[in-house]
């Protein structure tokens, strides 16, 4: 499952686009814009809907596997929708049911069938999503790119976030109660990404010339990938679905 979307808000060259991410299975795939979001479906390739919200932009947009809700966050200039706020859409109803607000901007989201997560540049925020009841937060160094993995499964809930250093990674198995800390590069997390089943993790750095994949119930580094020589900016992992690779 890849680690999230990629965040294009800031950038000068699409006024239109601000978001592109993956659902957890990878059938389809959402996108933020100025006008609101849609969501296309890969095989075959089509726009599964599209919606306009007035007051702004979608500068994130979460799915759930192919069911009718999203949680949404919006751009700076999105009046309805401030980017502070994480709102759960209900497109069957098409409208929101549900927020959560925070002082600081919300730098992405990750959805289970169970929970929701947001993820602040300090924090990670964990919360039930039936009632949207707080269950844990989180520190963590400065994460501006919002990484945050989150397994989709339901075999166990594991989390993976930056740790308190960097380089590091916070991995949370949350049925268990247990924690582990990554030491796994010496420089800035770019990318996270768990499997399916919350078993194995991969991790990259702002260098972007080695991923390291972990088993998650161990913390034990298992295989170290080199892709090359040089500098890579590593925008989104994710495993195939035996997790063979």
Request: proline letters at 3%; charged letters at 20%; glycine letters at 8%.
């Amino acid at each position: 499952m890849s680690s999230g979307g990629l965040d294009l808000s800031r950038s000068k060259n699409n006024h239109d686009l601000l978001f592109i991410g993956y659902n957890q299975d990878q059938s389809c795939f959402a996108v933020g814009c100025s006008t609101g979001f849609r969501i296309y479906n890969c095989s075959p390739f089509r726009v599964q809907l599209d919606r306009v919200i007035e007051g702004g932009g979608i500068r994130h947009v979460e799915m759930l596997f192919r069911c009718n809700l999203f949680a949404l966050v919006g751009a700076a200039n999105n009046g309805r929708f401030p980017p502070n706020q994480v709102i759960i859409w209900d497109d069957q109803l098409k409208k929101e049911v549900g927020e959560l607000s925070f002082r600081h901007e919300v730098k992405a989201v990750r959805l289970r069938r169970d929970m929701v997560v947001a993820v602040l540049e300090f924090k990670v925020m964990v919360y039930r999503f039936a009632d949207l009841s707080f269950l844990l937060e989180l520190d963590t160094v400065a994460n501006p790119k919002g990484i945050c993995a989150l397994s989709s499964g339901s075999q166990q809930t594991v989390l993976a976030c930056p740790g308190s250093q960097r380089g590091h990674v916070r991995l949370e198995l949350m049925d268990q109660r247990r924690t582990h800390a990554l030491a796994a590069h010496t420089s800035p997390l770019s990318c996270l990404a768990l499997n399916l089943d919350g078993s194995r993790l991969v991790t990259a750095s702002e260098k972007g010339t080695i991923l390291r994949v972990f088993d998650t119930g161990s913390g034990r580094s298992l295989q170290e990938l080199r892709r090359g020589a040089g500098t890579a900016a590593i925008c989104s992992l994710t495993f195939n679905p035996p997790s063979t690779l």
